[in-house]
C-alpha cells in the first residue's frame, strides 16, 4: 500500500489538471522570487519595516558550501503562518546603481514590478498611510480594473506594486477588459490616502 504525502494530488486529480494534453502542465501560480540586490542590509530594511515581510532563515556556511553569498529569506502573513519564503535577496555588490526616477515602463531593469497583495482594502488602506508616514515616495497609484493598486521602488530600482484584489464577479466576465482598465489617481495629500468604491465597472463580455 502506497502512502501519498499531505497534499500530493491523486492520479485522477493530477490528470484533471493537466488535462490530459501533451502539452505544458499550466501551474498554479509562483511560488517565490529571488532578488538581487546590492547591499542586503538595505533591502532587508525595505522589505522588513517599509513592506512587512518577516525574515525567516539566512543562507549559513556549511562544509560543504564555505562561502556562500549573503543571502536572506522572508515571507509574508499566510493566515497567522509562515511560508518557507515568498521573497529572497541575495546581495551582488557589482550591481549597477538604480535609476534615477522610476517609470512604469522604459527602465533599465529586467524586472519590470514585484505586485504584493495586501489581505483587504482596509489593510491596504493602513499600509498606505504608514508609507506616507515613513516619507515613502508614491510613484504611481491606479485603480485597475482587478485590482487598486500603489507603485512604489526599493533601494534597488525594483518597481513594487501594492494591491488589494476586487471581487473576482467584477473583473472574471472580461478579464482582458479588466487588465486594461486604468484610472489615475493622486499619489500626494490627504487624497492619495483616498479610495473609491462607488461606481466602479464590472466586466463582461458582449452577449
Not at 132 to 156: A, C, K, W
Amino acid at each position: 500500500m502506497s502512502t501519498r504525502l499531505p497534499g500530493m494530488q491523486s492520479a485522477k486529480q493530477e490528470e484533471r489538471m493537466s488535462g490530459n494534453q501533451t502539452g505544458p502542465v499550466t501551474p498554479s501560480g509562483l511560488n517565490h522570487l529571488v532578488l538581487n540586490v546590492r547591499n542586503l542590509d538595505e533591502s532587508h530594511q525595505f522589505w522588513t519595516e517599509i513592506l512587512g515581510f518577516r525574515q525567516v532563515g539566512e543562507l549559513k556556511a556549511s562544509p560543504t558550501r564555505p562561502n556562500p553569498p549573503r543571502m536572506r529569506f522572508y515571507s509574508g502573513d499566510h493566515d497567522g503562518k509562515m511560508n518557507h519564503h515568498d521573497i529572497a535577496l541575495i546581495e551582488n555588490t557589482a550591481l549597477p546603481p538604480p535609476p534615477a526616477d522610476w517609470a512604469m515602463s522604459g527602465m533599465p531593469m529586467a524586472i519590470g514590478h514585484i505586485a504584493i497583495t495586501l489581505p483587504n482594502r482596509e489593510a491596504w488602506l493602513r499600509q498606505l498611510a504608514y508609507l506616507q508616514s515613513r516619507n515613502i515616495r508614491f510613484n504611481r497609484r491606479v485603480e485597475h480594473g482587478m485590482t487598486h493598486s500603489l507603485y512604489i521602488n526599493d533601494p534597488n530600482g525594483y518597481g513594487v506594486e501594492l494591491l488589494y484584489e476586487l471581487p473576482r464577479d467584477v473583473w472574471e466576465g472580461d478579464i482582458d477588459a479588466a487588465l486594461n482598465h486604468a484610472v489615475a489617481v493622486p499619489t500626494e495629500g490627504p487624497e492619495a490616502l483616498e479610495d473609491r468604491v462607488e461606481g466602479l465597472p464590472v466586466f463582461q463580455t458582449a452577449q
